[in-house]
T-cell receptor, first 115, second 112 residues
Framework: GENVEQHPSTLSVQEGDSAVIKCTYSDSASNYFPWYKQELGKRPQLIID?????GEKKDQRIAVTLNKTAKHFSLHITETQPEDSAVYFCAASNRYGGATNKLIFGTGTLLAVQP | DAEITQSPRHKITETGRQVTLACHQT?????MFWYRQDLGHGLRLIHYSYGVQDTNKGEVSDGYSVSRSNTEDLPLTLESAASSQTSVYFCASSESRGHGYTFGSGTRLTVV
């Protein structure tokens, strides 16, 4: 089955700097890669996702890149702000035909943005 | 507004007891999932369902069971609670060709 590894487990940056979180996956059939943000005591919430037919996707200060050959994808946050502090999870899934939709998650990255 | 709700929010139970955690969604989603969240392990899939009467085992299904008798509900049962099952449990749902999950607010379960 699918296995997703995520690094680093903790990341501390200064406000205004960039943050990068990296994930690798094992199943070459995976074609959907979402990222979730979980604030302390809250539920995980989808912040951005990418499908395997796209190499990069941006949404304001957040971007995700995908390298299918190497089977890794990354989350990039630019101009970090204190409210970006949270745990971030990557995930992978095979969505073809809707037949398989379960997400396998990485172990999470605790991002701390220092004012 | 459509939502996904979990109950209870907090539960303390004794070792060996049977416990059921409720998950109810009004999105009319076919797909529903149960995860547990533990420090250092992230979110691990327990059981999932792609529709009524369909259930499947996830990565960490031992000691847990689910049933899907209607679209809205996927209750999670711990047959005989163990201290290793102390965790935060999240339910989630998605469309069949979904764009990611909608998570419930979680249930914090403590087994003493």
């Amino acid at each position: 089955g699918e296995n997703v590894e995520q690094h680093p487990s903790t990341l501390s940056v200064q406000e205004g700097d960039s943050a990068v979180i990296k994930c690798t996956y094992s199943d070459s059939a995976s074609n959907y890669f979402p990222w979730y943000k979980q604030e302390l005591g809250k539920r995980p919430q989808l912040i951005i996702d990418i499908r395997s037919n796209v190499g990069e996707k941006k949404d304001q200060r957040i971007a995700v890149t995908l390298n299918k050959t190497a089977k890794h994808f990354s989350l990039h946050i630019t101009e970090t702000q204190p409210e970006d502090s949270a745990v971030y999870f990557c995930a992978a899934s095979n969505r073809y035909g809707g037949a398989t939709n379960k997400l396998i998650f990485g172990t999470g990255t605790l991002l701390a943005v220092q004012p | 507004d459509a939502e996904i709700t979990q109950s209870p929010r907090h539960k303390i139970t004794e070792t060996g007891r049977q416990v059921t955690l409720a998950c109810h969604q009004t999105w009319n989603h076919n797909n529903m999932f149960w995860y547990r969240q533990d420090l250092g392990h992230g979110l691990r899939l327990i059981h999932y369902s792609y529709g009524v009467q369909d259930t499947n085992k996830g990565e960490v299904s031992d000691g847990y069971s689910v049933s899907r008798s209607n679209t809205e509900d996927l209750p999670l049962t711990l047959e005989s609670a163990a201290s290793s099952q102390t965790s935060v449990y999240f339910c989630a749902s998605s469309e069949s060709r979904g764009h990611g999950y909608t998570f419930g607010s979680g249930t914090r379960l403590t087994v003493v």
